[in-house]
């Protein structure tokens, strides 16, 4: 799970900081297949600030890729911790995810 929050985001995937230090840990147990809940206060924030969204998953994927996945393969899937938005049910509006 890494926070997609404003602030969040920059502070988790810093150097030895906990969304930083996940990847690594799976790759050493052997995990295959890579999922990430990219979590927002709300789906409607995430839809609205679409290029800021871009340049985080740019970032990710690039950090990911390093670690040895392929980024290609990993399902990014974006929720919301305070709607339920897109955890038992898809979110309508954001078909480009799968997840």
Not at 25 to 45: E, M, N, R
Not at 75 to 96: G, K, Y
Request: glycine residues 6%.
């Amino acid at each position: 799970m890494v926070a997609f929050g404003t602030g969040e985001f920059k502070i988790g995937i810093s150097k030895n900081r906990q969304s930083r230090e996940h990847a690594p840990l799976v790759q050493t147990l052997a995990v295959k297949q890579l999922s990430v809940a990219c979590k927002w206060s709300s789906i409607d924030v995430f839809v609205s600030c679409e290029r800021m969204v871009a340049q985080m998953m740019a970032e990710l994927s690039n950090y990911i890729k390093k670690v040895g996945y392929n980024p290609k393969s990993v399902v990014f899937m974006p929720i919301s911790r305070f709607n339920d938005d897109n955890i038992l049910e898809p979110f309508a509006s954001m078909p480009r995810f799968r997840g």
